[in-house]
């Protein structure tokens, strides 16, 4: 095709070969252009940054992060270029033991969380549960997000799912956050949140309950795409040998990258904490901060004060 290219249009010889345009402008293409010395630069800022961030980033937050290098680049273009570097993020597995046990005579909360326009930090909160298998059984985490920006603002791990580990959580965030009275808190209808530790710890601190309609977890989803990112990105290909391991790994996931470095795209971008510090005016909320744990291991539970 090259060497006709003068004598037939190329646009007919392609048609007839029945290959594509840019295949074969690629293919004429010197290796040492300007277009290919670009690409393989590219190529390795690419992999800079999936490595940095344990392969987690996708082509849109790889794509982000390079404009915050100061990289001006398409989606389409590091996505082609992961692509032909074999680059792949990730990806989540199936799941799962139950965590949500709803068959109770508890007291269930209306759902107040559906019809809430979030506007700052600490107006609304979600809680959940989620399970993390270890070679000596499985242990749960019990985590506190803030609706408004993604940030886990509390959570707690145990061997067990008792009422004092989903209290525990709420406890830390509490401390943390100091949100103001009649914050509401979105759980799912689970015996831990129904419990007398739980509500009589929301009416000490004037917070209000409000709970999804039973088997509908769409107003905790937020929650769950959290713990999904969480198992795909740090925990489904780790095997953990004890209680304690599982522990760090939870602890340098959330206090030490989601929270503080983790591009959000419904942030536009930012971290949790980037976001919050852009966007919550100085004095409008209390600010929270973030205490690393004194870590002791009994026979049932991981504390992490």
Known sequence: M???????????????????????????RPENGLRARENRKL????????????????????????????????????????????????TPRKKNPKTTDSRHGGRIAPNLAGKMQIHRINQLWVADITYIRTDLGWCYLAAVLDIYSRKIVGWQMSRTMEAWLVTDAL?????????????????????????????????????????????NCYDNATMESFFGTLKTEEIQDTQYSTYDEARSSVFEYIELYYNRRRIHTSLLGDSPESFEEK???????????????????????????
Do not use: W
């Open 2 to 28: 090259k060497e006709h290219r003068l004598i037939h249009p190329v646009t007919m010889m392609c048609r007839t070969l029945e290959i594509g345009r840019s295949g074969y402008h690629r293919s004429i």
């Open 43 to 90: 190529t390795a800022d690419i992999e800079n940054i999936f490595n940095e961030n344990k392969k987690r980033y996708g082509s849109p937050r790889v794509t982000t992060q390079l404009r915050k290098n100061g990289i001006r680049v398409g989606e389409n273009r590091v996505a082609r270029l992961m692509k032909q570097a074999a680059i792949r993020a990730k």
């Open 171 to 215: 406890n830390r965030a509490i401390q943390q956050r100091k949100p103001p009275a009649e914050r509401v808190v979105h759980t799912d209808r689970g015996s831990q949140y129904v419990s007398d530790q739980y509500i009589e710890l929301l009416k000490k601190h004037e917070l209000t309950a409000s709970m999804s309609a039973k088997g």
């Open 279 to 305: 966007n919550s005016p100085s004095g409008e909320e209390n600010k929270e901060t973030v205490i690393l744990p004194d870590c002791r291991e009994t026979t049932n539970t991981v504390y992490l004060n």
